[in-house]
């Protein structure tokens, strides 16, 4: 879902490049109960142009492939966050920032799209890319409102999202 100020630098020398591996996950600073959940399925690309200011990209998370490790909060999960209706997660590079160790771009989520720039860290292999990002999401910002089960399971309203990414140059 964040990390493609690899976009900037892959234009330059790379056409493309699809994404190999994944691991985004997030947790919350406990109220009540900690919660975290992980997802290692997904999709993304990286498409090269003729200069940094060109490139594009994208990231989509499913819902479904977040798991929290708990089939009944895996449940309440989905419903919290209308997976039905709204069932990816997805980032959109609008604008790399060669210049920052950062990316700009826009989050879908719950179908709610926001303008976004995240801190980003990257490393080159002979045939890789990988980037990692934390940073924070107020799930209030998407209209989620945070799980309250049974006044003890209380989630706060801020997650901190966690993102490993391996691109491979095509």
Do not use: C
Request: proline share 6%.
């Amino acid at each position: 879902m964040t990390v493609l100020l690899v976009l900037a630098v892959l234009a330059q020398a790379v056409p493309s490049a699809k994404l190999a591996s994944a691991e985004i996950w997030f947790d919350t600073p406990p109220i009540f109960a900690d919660f975290q959940g992980r997802a290692t399925v997904t999709t993304g690309e990286i498409i090269g142009g003729a200069g940094p200011a060109d490139a594009r990209g994208w990231i989509e998370v499913r819902w479904a492939d977040i798991d929290t490790q708990n089939g009944t909060r895996n449940r309440h999960m989905l419903k919290t966050v209308d997976a039905d209706q709204f069932p990816v997660i997805r980032f959109d590079v609008t604008a790399p920032r060669a210049e920052a160790d950062s990316v700009s771009g826009t989050l879908a989520l719950h179908g709610v799209t926001r303008q976004v720039v995240w801190p980003v860290t990257v490393r080159f292999g002979a045939d890789t890319v990988s980037v990692a990002s934390d940073f924070p999401v107020d799930m209030r910002d998407y209209g989620i409102k945070p799980p309250v089960k049974f006044l003890i399971a209380r989630m706060g309203p801020v997650v901190t999202v966690h993102v490993r990414l391996v691109f491979v140059k095509t």
